[in-house]
């Protein structure tokens, strides 16, 4: 009497624990690597934001633009209007300056932030902006460079915005009495009705999350690299 083998597979218990573990380290992994991504996003400062916030370690003025540069802009502005269209493109931007009040500067308080804050009303729905230059005038020439950021999002006609942005940290070699100036380059959807241009003195304090950034790449391929070896090993 012939007898047959059964050839058919069978699936164990163990099989399907070994599998379970493999996805559950899967998921740790994945999860672990998440975590860190929302560690290095959530708690990043915002670069321009109409609340008040630190610039530096001490505000050492602040000037208002008078009615009289904002008239200025405004006229600048509907000429722009005008000129973009006929600009080639590629053609440096036009701006409008304004020199302020020549402060002293100690060597002693590097760096330097200037700090543009807009105040207007929205004249639709969308997003309102500023575009900026900001420096100092040394023997007749400006030195500094764009002010990035400076925009509301998501406002509403008639609203009433506010908002700010920085130009980066100046250094001076030696003792400086020289002035501010600001340049205007153009605004969107946005009636100007104030300007205020801060001068911080020193670095703006960073929290832990914003000195732990510079270390991020590293420390993440140190945890995913650890957790492959884990992954391996098991």
């Known amino acids: 009497m012939a007898t047959g083998h059964d050839t058919s597979t069978s699936t164990s218990p163990f099989d399907f624990a070994r599998a379970a573990c493999r ?16 560690l290095g996003t959530a708690s990043l400062p915002a670069q321009a934001s109409g609340a008040p916030q630190p ?10 633009l008078p009615a009289e540069a904002l008239a200025k802009f405004a006229l600048f502005q509907d000429r ?14 036009q701006t409008q300056a304004w020199t302020g009040e020549e402060m002293a500067l ?8 200037l700090v543009v804050r807009v105040s207007g009303v929205a004249l639709a729905d969308g997003d309102a902006s500023a575009r900026w230059m900001a420096g100092w005038s040394i023997h007749g020439a400006s030195r500094g460079g764009a002010v990035p950021q400076v925009a509301a999002r998501g ?7 506010e908002m700010a942005g920085a130009a ?28 205020r241009l801060e001068v911080w003195s020193g670095m703006r304090s960073s ?28």
Request: without cysteine; hydrophobic residues 45%; aromatic residues 8%.
């Open 155 to 161: 406002v509403r006609a008639g609203q009433v915005v």
């Open 23 to 38: 996805r559950g380290r899967a998921r740790a992994a994945g999860i672990a690597l998440a975590g860190l991504g929302a």
């Open 168 to 195: 980066a940290p100046l250094s001076f070699k030696e003792d400086r009495t020289v002035p501010p100036v600001l340049e205007f380059a153009g605004v969107s959807n946005l009636r100007m009705d104030r300007v």
């Open 106 to 113: 100690p060597r002693s308080g590097n760096p330097y932030t």
């Open 207 to 234: 929290n832990p999350v914003e000195r732990l950034m510079p270390w991020m790449p590293l420390f993440t391929g140190a945890v995913f690299l650890g957790l492959m070896l884990w992954w391996r090993r098991r």
């Open 55 to 64: 610039w530096g370690q001490r505000l050492v003025q602040t000037q208002e």
């Open 80 to 93: 722009k209007d005008t000129a973009d269209a006929d600009r080639s493109a590629g053609a440096p931007p």
